[in-house]
């Protein structure tokens, strides 16, 4: 294994959404193929995301309804900010008329909650797999 671990940030104002993402990548954690950060609110994400340990993040997963600043204009935030290469975003909401809202500011996927945890982990290996070709 000397692929460099895929960078995730998970964002969701429920520790329990963050703690269901980072067990069903508990393997793939241990083992250096996924390395996770996690973040409460947008806000906090977009501190990640300028600081130095966010600048090799290339996945984000994101809810949507949080306090004060939302999935969407994290989303927004992200694609304006433009950066090289673009980080990929997957937006998870239990609301699926966010769907269409998330593709429309570039969202490179949708979710929706209950959240197919067997798809979303598909979804995100192969992401890496392709990343390290
Ligand atoms: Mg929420």
């Given at each position: 294994m000397n692929a460099k671990p895929l960078h995730v940030l998970a964002v969701d104002d429920e520790p329990a959404a963050l703690t269901i993402i980072q067990r069903l990548f508990r393997k793939?954690?241990?083992?250096?193929?996924i390395k996770i950060d996690c973040a409460n609110t947008a806000q906090q994400a977009l501190e990640i995301l300028n600081s130095q340990r966010g600048t090799d993040i290339v996945l984000i997963l994101s809810d949507v309804n949080m306090p004060g600043m939302s999935g969407i204009e994290l989303l927004a935030a992200i694609r304006q900010k433009n950066p090289s290469p673009p980080p990929f975003v997957f937006v998870i909401s239990a609301?699926?008329?966010r769907a269409e809202e998330a593709k429309r500011f570039g969202a490179d996927s949708f979710f929706p909650k209950p959240l197919d945890m067997d798809a979303l982990k598909t979804r995100v290996l192969e992401l890496r797999?392709?990343?390290n070709q």
């Amino acid at each position: 294994m000397n692929a460099k671990p895929l960078h995730v940030l998970a964002v969701d104002d429920e520790p329990a959404a963050l703690t269901i993402i980072q067990r069903l990548f508990r393997k793939e954690s241990k083992s250096g193929d996924i390395k996770i950060d996690c973040a409460n609110t947008a806000q906090q994400a977009l501190e990640i995301l300028n600081s130095q340990r966010g600048t090799d993040i290339v996945l984000i997963l994101s809810d949507v309804n949080m306090p004060g600043m939302s999935g969407i204009e994290l989303l927004a935030a992200i694609r304006q900010k433009n950066p090289s290469p673009p980080p990929f975003v997957f937006v998870i909401s239990a609301y699926n008329e966010r769907a269409e809202e998330a593709k429309r500011f570039g969202a490179d996927s949708f979710f929706p909650k209950p959240l197919d945890m067997d798809a979303l982990k598909t979804r995100v290996l192969e992401l890496r797999e392709i990343l390290n070709q």
